[in-house]
């Protein structure tokens, strides 16, 4: 099935595999463009020799605890009502309180003088089964009795069980080999439908996050990784690790389909002497899979990690498949690009606590970024760490709570952020820890999400009994292209606003670009991506932005109807045309 297509007539390479032909390939020089489409002809080459040998894997469904919690949310003063799981592989069971009107406040809610009749009806209908949900105030409208005439000087009290799922993904998958001889080169072409990030022997084997990326209409992306360095002679492990991403709708992404995070790898490492030791996936290659601590990751509302829990139990992996053609990515790659230190941190303050929050402390990073939060884990006992990201600190007329002493969140509830700036992006990080610290940077110990990034400036961090600032710092996250140009003028205010353009820019350029990083978007808005093309130029033109727009405009040639239209947002959305 892999043949060199007819040119213009035809693609390049035929289905499962493509290389584009772009203008990146011939860019800088005619001799470094013909090396650049030499490499990627000869990886593809490589992989159609054992195309048929290698195959799309998922992990499989491991037996859970079915563990039971209690959340209790308040109403007070909003238009919604807003309730959520801690855990967000758990769902809502069993609402034990419901009351509109006047009850007692939580963590254990009574009724008061009034309370609509159909309280729990409208409750249950909206709640049961989700991990959480949100209850419009104004459901309550038509209540007749004189204490219930108006809808907005009224509360709204929800208290539920939660119950965890009996059984979970296996998003954890390894693959033991044995070297008989030195290894001389080793490669692999790795992909994944949704994230992966790619271990050998404990070392992860690229400074790549969030890979490989959203795909096309048409196309699920790929790139090639060396093991040389971390291979050895004798016994070895590859480990993958898989995230949701923009793909599984086990991460409860709007749009995404109902296919588990799943991996393609292939390849082989050529041994001192002769032989060859393939590295494939597959079902019956000795791939295995677990459940790890990350039990939930999403785009928007983030990851979920319990490190109380015993390893499970290695189950097989399952035999999936896609579609879609593999291509290799030419974008830049998402990664790490700085990392901010925080400018102080302090107390927060909430007239209202949330649920399972305990004291808080905010942080302020000094910058609107894209990224994520690293956080030193704690010595002490068996925390739960919730880490909260915002933009925006508390302030009137958004918020009666104490001017500039929390994160605005919009409503009061656990993930809450609905009717507020984040709409319904939770962008909430929570991590049980054990009796002793996590390691999950080796040394020394930090937590930190690998399959998200949040919007913010400003993060609000509860289950601590005290921070300092050199124990947290914000890792700004995106393509990696880098500043070209500059823009020096007398005027001071003008600088800012150019600042302000590089950063929003750079938080911007991701896999695709996008509208926005932080509020439940993220989309590539074709409006957005034209109006900043000039501008994106100017700035980081010269810095391999450029890789970045040619992989986009091939998205969007992917999704493009036989009439020719185009759709707004690119990869297309389904709720969006």
């Not at 309550?140 to 204490?147: G, L, N, S, T, V």
């Not at 939930?296 to 490190?307: L, P, Q, T």
């Not at 998402?334 to 399972?356: D, G, H, K």
Request: overall charge neutral; charged content about 15%.
């Amino acid at each position: 099935r892999c043949s060199v297509g007819a040119g213009r007539r035809g693609p390049l390479l035929r289905s499962p595999f493509v290389v584009p032909f772009t203008s990146e390939l011939f860019s800088m020089s005619a001799s470094r463009g013909m090396l650049m489409f030499g490499v990627a002809l000869a990886t593809v080459f490589q992989m159609c020799t054992a195309t048929n040998a290698a195959a799309w894997i998922h992990g499989g469904m491991v037996a859970a605890t079915v563990d039971q919690s209690e959340v209790c949310s308040s109403g007070d003063g909003v238009i919604f009502n807003f309730l959520a799981c801690a855990d967000p592989g758990a769902t809502i069971t069993r609402i034990t309180f419901a009351a509109y009107g006047d009850p007692s406040q939580c963590p254990h809610p009574r009724s008061g003088l009034c309370t609509h009749p159909n309280s729990w009806t409208i409750v249950e209908k909206a709640c049961l089964g989700r991990t959480n949900c949100t209850v419009e105030q104004i459901q309550f409208k038509d209540a007749a009795p004189p204490c219930l005439a108006s809808v907005y000087d009224k509360t709204l009290r929800v208290k539920a069980v939660c119950s965890g799922a009996p059984s979970r993904r296996a998003n954890s998958l390894r693959l033991p080999i044995v070297l008989p001889a030195k290894p001389i080169s080793a490669s692999v072409v790795v992909s994944a439908l949704g994230y992966q990030t790619m271990y050998c022997n404990g070392h992860r084997v690229s400074q790549r996050i969030l890979e490989p990326g959203r795909q096309s209409s048409k196309r699920v992306f790929f790139s090639t990784f060396d093991l040389m360095p971390y291979l050895n002679k004798g016994p070895n492990v590859i480990a993958v690790e898989l995230g949701n991403g923009w793909s599984s709708s086990e991460g409860n992404q709007p749009g995404a389909t109902q296919q588990p995070p799943s991996l393609f790898l292939n390849g082989s490492a050529e041994l001192e002497g002769g032989g060859t030791v393939p590295l494939r996936s597959g079902v019956g290659k000795g791939w295995s899979s677990n459940v790890g601590s990350r039990l939930y990751d999403s785009v928007y509302v983030g990851e979920f990690h319990n490190y109380t829990l015993s390893d499970s139990d290695w189950v097989p992996v399952v035999s999936t498949g896609t579609p879609k053609q593999l291509t290799l990515q030419t974008r830049p790659a998402v990664v790490e690009l700085a990392v901010l230190p925080a400018l102080w941190v302090r107390p927060a303050n909430r007239t209202t606590m949330l649920p399972n929050a305990g004291a808080s402390f905010l942080v302020d990073f000094g910058q609107n970024i894209a990224g994520t939060v690293r956080l030193k884990a704690p010595a002490a006992d068996g925390q739960t760490i919730v880490i909260r990201h915002c933009e925006v600190l508390n302030h009137p007329p958004l918020s009666a709570e104490p001017a500039l002493a929390a994160c605005w969140l919009g409503n009061a509830g656990l993930n809450a952020n609905q009717n507020g700036e984040l709409a319904h992006a939770a962008s909430v990080d929570t991590y049980i820890l054990p009796s002793k610290p996590v390691d999950t940077m080796n040394s020394p110990k930090w937590l930190q999400p690998e399959f998200t990034v949040h919007g913010f400036r400003y993060a609000e961090i509860s289950g601590l009994s005290s921070l300092v600032p050199s124990d947290v710092m914000a890792v700004v996250v995106g393509a990696n292209v880098t500043q070209s140009s500059s823009l020096k003028m007398s005027n001071a205010l003008i600088e800012k606003i150019q600042n302000a353009t590089v950063w929003s820019q750079r938080g911007n350029t991701q896999d695709i670009f996008t509208d926005c990083p932080q509020r439940d978007e993220r989309l590539g808005w074709m409006g957005d991506a034209a109006i900043s093309t000039e501008e994106a130029m100017y700035n980081f033109g010269a810095g391999g932005i450029v890789g970045t727009q040619i992989q986009f405009l091939q998205m969007i040639a992917d999704g493009q109807t036989d009439s020719g239209d185009v759709s707004d947002v690119v990869p297309s959305f389904p709720t969006i045309p």
